[in-house]
């Protein structure tokens, strides 16, 4: 069986964790397969938008696989953390836009994939948190730095230095998730959010997240010449060209990415 599963629907791909039975958690085999699919979604120009989530009903993903770390030495503990940290970093380096479809529990390294991606969905009731220092390590795939630049310093704290996990609702209200939806809206909500931005012009949605992740942590000045340069690269495309006949001629544009 599969560890990691891909989908093509159209210009969505959709990326799903299959080890329901041990909810959904990463040992080696499944970090390389789902770097595998990566690769390809970062070279596939077709692809617009991508939905990540876990299967059955259970875990998103639940973080590291412990049963297998019990077994490593401590170069193979390594060889995984490199791993997990750098499959995590080329998945928030993908030009498509992420979703997070978080359908269950995302502990540990479970928590540190919802956060490498763009945005994150929760289903009600979803048990999340930072939880590895409660087994004496610390979150290894970034969990320590993308948690504090996404809800501040002194709430990633908290949540990290107690190993505290919380609910989706509590995560919506500190701004960890962008929305909460019911078990059986969750996936609608994230294909509907990947609908509304494929609607858009690919080029300028790949170059608008861009200039964004690249600024976000640069002084303004930079960031506003990071900008300018993303700028620069969509002004010679045909979809910008196509918009503008478009609007004139009070029809949708039918962008091609080119």
Known sequence: M??????????????????????????????VQLSGFI???QMDQDIRA???TGAGRKAFSAGADLKERRTLSEKEVRRNVRAIRDVFTAIENLPQPTIAAINGYALGGGLELALVCDFRYAVKGASMGLTEVSWAIIPGAGG??????????????????????????????????????????L????HALANEIMKNGPLAVTQAKYAINQGS???????????????EVII??????EALEAFKEKRPADFKGK
């Open 2 to 31: 599969d560890k990691v599963m891909f989908e093509k629907e159209g210009h969505l791909g959709l990326i799903t964790i299959n080890r329901p039975d041990r909810l959904n958690c990463f040992d080696y085999e499944t970090l």
């Open 144 to 185: 320590t730095q993308r948690l504090t630049r996404l809800i501040g310093s002194s709430r990633a704290k908290e949540l990290i230095l107690t190993a505290r996990r919380i609910e989706a609702e509590k995560a919506l209200e500190i701004g960890l998730v962008n929305e909460v939806f019911s078990e059986e809206g």
């Open 236 to 241: 010679p495309t045909e979809d910008r060209i």
């Open 39 to 41: 690769e390809d979604i």
């Open 187 to 190: 996936m609608a909500g994230a």
């Open 217 to 231: 942590n640069a002084d303004i000045n930079t960031g506003l010449a990071i900008e300018a340069k993303a700028y």
């Open 50 to 52: 991508v939905i990540i």
